[in-house]
């Protein structure tokens, strides 16, 4: 099946700084989502992005499905940014595979 | 509207014992999705739902574990004789009728320990 890996496993930032959040995945993919799980556990959808570029706030995030990758941008980081980010791909039109995830912690 | 939840929040369970976790989605979706989610993981699908048809199953770990949505709303989640690997937080998500494209609505979880 299809191996979704995300990179860094874990993140420490400053309040404000900037971050880039990668996931790759190893075959073609015709869905590709980005999430937040709080750390409450609540996981929110913020991107779906098979491909191309898109932005929402502070975050933006690009997918290059020719290369297997997707980019999730975070500017301005706030201590509210903090939790687990996960990229999830499908080949179809239900099936998602989570990658492991990014965990953020934005320090004030 | 409401989101999806989930009842109960916390289930602590003996060994051998059964459970049964709820989902409610949000009124009018039609695609309703299980995960289990272990401790530093991502979510792994369980099964999927369209209406009241499970359309897939494969990833249930074993026949201890069964799914319904017997009207197409509600959805049930039995878990026969638990055992201490069944431990995680169960999630429930529902996406509208636009299919594909559309956000998939994930509920506050059912965390499940087996003791």
């Known amino acids: 099946g299809i191996q979704v890996e995300q990179s860094p496993p874990d993140l420490i930032l400053q309040e404000g700084a900037n971050s880039t959040l990668r996931c790759n995945f190893s075959?073609?993919?015709?869905?590709l989502q980005w999430f937040h799980q709080n750390p409450w556990g609540q996981l929110i959808n913020l991107f779906y992005i098979p491909s191309g570029t898109k932005q929402n706030g502070r975050l933006s995030a690009t997918t290059v499905a020719t290369e297997r990758y997707s980019l999730l941008y975070i500017s301005s980081s706030q201590t509210t940014d903090s939790g687990v980010y996960f990229c999830a791909v499908g080949t179809g039109t239900y099936k998602y595979i989570f990658g492991t995830g990014t965990r953020l912690k934005v320090l004030a | 509207g409401a989101g999806v939840s989930q009842s109960p929040r916390y289930k602590v369970a003996k060994r051998g014992q059964d459970v049964a976790l709820r989902c409610d989605p949000i009124?009018?979706?039609?695609?309703l999705f299980w995960y289990q989610q272990a401790l530093g993981q991502g979510p792994e699908f369980l099964t999927y739902f369209q209406n009241e048809a499970q359309l897939d199953k494969s990833g249930l770990p074993s026949d201890r574990f069964f799914a319904e949505r017997p009207e197409g709303s509600v959805s049930t989640l039995k878990i026969q004789r638990t055992q201490q690997e069944d431990s995680a937080v169960y999630l429930c998500a529902s996406r509208g009728p636009q299919g594909i494209e559309e956000t998939q609505y994930f509920g506050p979880g059912t965390r499940l320990l087996v003791l």
């Open positions: 009124s009018g979706h039609v695609s």
């Open positions: 075959d073609s993919v015709n869905n």
